[in-house]
Structures are given as structure tokens and as C-alpha cells.
Nanobody, 126 residues
Framework: QVQLVESGGGLVQTGGSLRLSCAAS????????MGWFRQAPGKEREFVAT????????YHADSVKGRFTISGDNAKNTVYLQMNSLKPEDTAVYYC???????????????????WGQGTQVTVSS
């Protein structure tokens, strides 16, 4: 069992930056591939990025590529999402997720992940 707690969300203007954190506890953090998803009101949960157990491999959705960066620190049991050049369409609740399976660029749907955090709200004003 893994417990995930997100933090770092907030209100930011267009073009601004935020860094989200996801702190993990429970089973060894480095045993899981990790991901970030987001969900805007009335929309399905959307894949944002994923990172391998070692942190050596990452994959980002086209909608955030070049603006967002996922990273991890196994010593701190934490995964991050650095978000730059934010746009109003980035407004959503952002969720951290852990996957028992191996890292894969095809692990881009919620069903591919086993544990979820409670989410943190990101609002980008125009």
C-alpha cells in the first residue's frame, strides 16, 4: 500500500509557474513508476506525465511537452511536476498516481495506476 499526498497547487496568472510535489509513504517509493494526471470540471481525468522508478525515463503529454517537467527524488520519496508558461486551459485538479507495473509511455490512462492522491487545485487566471 502506498499513500500519496500532493501539495503546491494554487492560483497563478497566465505565463506563471508552479511546482507540485507528491510525497509518498508506505511501501518503498522506488518500487513504483509514478504519474501525474489532471481533471478539469466536466472533463475526464487526463494524463500529464510519467516517470520510471529510477527517474531515468520520463514521458509527457503533448499538451504539456516543453512546459511541464516531471522529476523524482527517491531519497525523499517525492515526485515533482514543474509547470512553466501556464495557460488558463491548465486549470484543473492535479493528481499524483503510483503504478505497480513497469514504466511505460503507454501507461497514460487512470486504469494503469494503482494508488492515487487526493489532488491539488491549480487555477490559472487569464
Amino acid at each position: 500500500q502506498v499513500q500519496l499526498v500532493e501539495s503546491g497547487g494554487g492560483l497563478v496568472q497566465t505565463g506563471g509557474s508552479l511546482r507540485l510535489s507528491c510525497a509518498a509513504s508506505g511501501r518503498t517509493f522506488s518500487n513504483y513508476a509514478m504519474g501525474w494526471f489532471r481533471q478539469a470540471p466536466g472533463k475526464e481525468r487526463e494524463f500529464v506525465a510519467t516517470i520510471s522508478r529510477s527517474g531515468g525515463s520520463t514521458y509527457h503529454a503533448d499538451s504539456v511537452k516543453g512546459r511541464f517537467t516531471i522529476s523524482g527524488d527517491n531519497a525523499k520519496n517525492t515526485v515533482y511536476l514543474q509547470m512553466n508558461s501556464l495557460k488558463p486551459e491548465d486549470t484543473a485538479v492535479y493528481y499524483c498516481a503510483a503504478r505497480k507495473g513497469t514504466y511505460s509511455v503507454y501507461a497514460n490512462r487512470p486504469v494503469h495506476y494503482d494508488y492515487w492522491g487526493q489532488g491539488t487545485q491549480v487555477t490559472v487566471s487569464s
